[in-house]
T-cell receptor
Framework: AQRVTQPEKLLSVFKGAPVELKCNYS??????LFWYVQYSRQRLQLLLR??SRESIKGFTADLNKGETSFHLKKPFAQEEDSAMYYC???????????FGKGTTLSVSS | DGGITQSPKYLFRKEGQNVTLSCEQN?????MYWYRQDPGQGLRLIYY???????QKGDIAEGYSVSREKKESFPLTVTSAQKNPTAFYLC?????????????FGNGTRLTVT
């Protein structure tokens, strides 16, 4: 079965602290994984995708096939990182994305 | 500005009535999607369409219907058969069969059924 699990509903950190948003997946074969972000009063938008191996706004995510994980990390959180983060997996047919339940990140000073 | 437009932003209906949510895009994208967003549930796929005149059910299609008569439009009808229709509905589009293409989302429609 294809599934995305984000175990944390809410993650609260202080400014400057490291951040790790967890994402685990269930998939047969080579998965395609993404992180989407929704800032307050803005549209849901792509943050990064594993295939690009990119760093966006200081965030990185590494695909770990052994642990079936795709955790989102940032070494030093900023207040403007506060948002809802969704991990997503392309379905087996390649036709749509399956989203996790999301994690709200709250960064305070 | 260009992108995806969902209308209206807020919609109120009485129980037992069908209601249609509009989604229009001017990005020339082939693929379009409808998701439902509920607190604690994340985004759940209702229907999607890869090309005009073709669409597939997602994970929670029961009580919903769609049409795709034009490339730029993908309206969603919430029927009276949908048991819990009150929710936030998101429409999205992407380039078909391009695995690097991100989903572009609309601003959403909040439907309240009483």
């Amino acid at each position: 079965a294809q599934r995305v699990t984000q175990p944390e509903k809410l993650l609260s950190v202080f400014k400057g602290a490291p951040v790790e948003l967890k994402c685990n997946y269930s998939y047969s074969g080579s998965p395609e994984l993404f992180w989407y972000v929704q800032y307050s009063r803005q549209r849901l938008q792509l943050l990064l995708r594993h295939i690009s191996r990119e760093s966006i706004k200081g965030f990185t995510a590494d695909l770990n096939k052994g642990e079936t994980s795709f955790h989102l990390k940032k070494p030093f959180a900023q207040e403007e990182d506060s948002a809802m983060y969704y991990c997503a997996l392309r379905n087996q047919a390649g036709t749509a994305l399956i989203f996790g339940k999301g994690t709200t990140l709250s960064v305070s000073s | 500005d260009g992108g995806i437009t969902q209308s209206p932003k807020y919609l109120f209906r009485k129980e037992g009535q069908n209601v249609t949510l509009s989604c229009e895009q001017n990005l020339n994208h082939d693929a379009m999607y409808w998701y439902r967003q509920d607190p604690g549930q994340g985004l759940r796929l209702i229907y999607y369409s890869q090309i005009v005149n073709d669409f597939q059910k997602g994970d929670i299609a029961e009580g919903y219907s769609v049409s795709r008569e034009k490339k730029e439009s993908f309206p969603l009808t919430v029927t009276s058969a949908q048991k819990n229709p009150t929710a936030f509905y998101l429409c999205a589009s992407s380039v078909r069969q391009d695995y690097n293409s991100p989903l572009h989302f609309g601003n959403g429609t909040r439907l309240t059924v009483t």
